[in-house]
């Protein structure tokens, strides 16, 4: 019996503690619920994403995974407004933060809104998403309760798609025009 627990049983539970806290605190697997990333990343892809402790370290452009308290369940979104940020979205779907134009090439329709400009003001410990699917996402400029995400529900950073094997990758992040 000893020589079971130490061959087979101990290395078991040794597995499952280790994968227990590498999936806590170092990185997680997510799989994206919506096309509202499309094209950057699709309805089903599996995202390979690294914890995040110290969500400050985040920049504009990251895609990142979070628990939207709103609808209790995780969100993948790409980060635009930090702490402090002043987010302007224009008539025309272009999007500047603190009065840099973003280069949004990346992203797969825009949403044109005639006679409606958007101005946000990311507060302290809060941060604002958008979805590059602009027309059909539900992000930011849309959410009932506050268009902002507070930094202790951003669970971590998106770094590679590994699922499906076809579409394999490192995410790239997203830069400014001006």
Do not use: C
Not at 21 to 34: E, L, Q, R, W
Not at 69 to 85: S, Y
């Amino acid at each position: 019996m000893k020589k079971i627990f130490i061959n087979w049983i101990l290395p078991i539970i040794a597995a499952l503690v280790l994968s227990t806290i590498i999936n806590k605190y170092v990185f997680m697997i997510a799989t994206v619920p919506s096309s509202s990333m499309r094209p950057t990343i699709m309805e089903g892809d599996r995202l390979l994403v690294t914890r995040t402790h110290n969500p400050e370290k985040l920049k504009t452009g990251d895609i990142v995974v979070f628990d939207f308290k709103e609808e209790n369940e995780k969100f993948v979104k790409r980060l635009i407004g930090t702490p402090g940020d002043t987010v302007e979205i224009f008539e025309d779907g272009s999007v500047k933060v603190n009065g840099k134009l973003l280069d949004d090439s990346y992203i797969y329709e825009r949403e044109y809104v005639t006679d409606v400009y958007q101005k946000y003001e990311v507060p302290e410990d809060s941060y604002f998403f958008l979805g590059d699917n602009r027309n059909i996402s539900k992000d930011s400029r849309k959410w009932e309760t506050s268009p902002y995400i507070k930094g202790e529900d951003i669970e971590g950073k998106a770094q590679f798609i590994v699922y499906p094997f076809n579409r394999i990758g490192k995410l790239k992040s997203i830069s400014y025009l001006n």
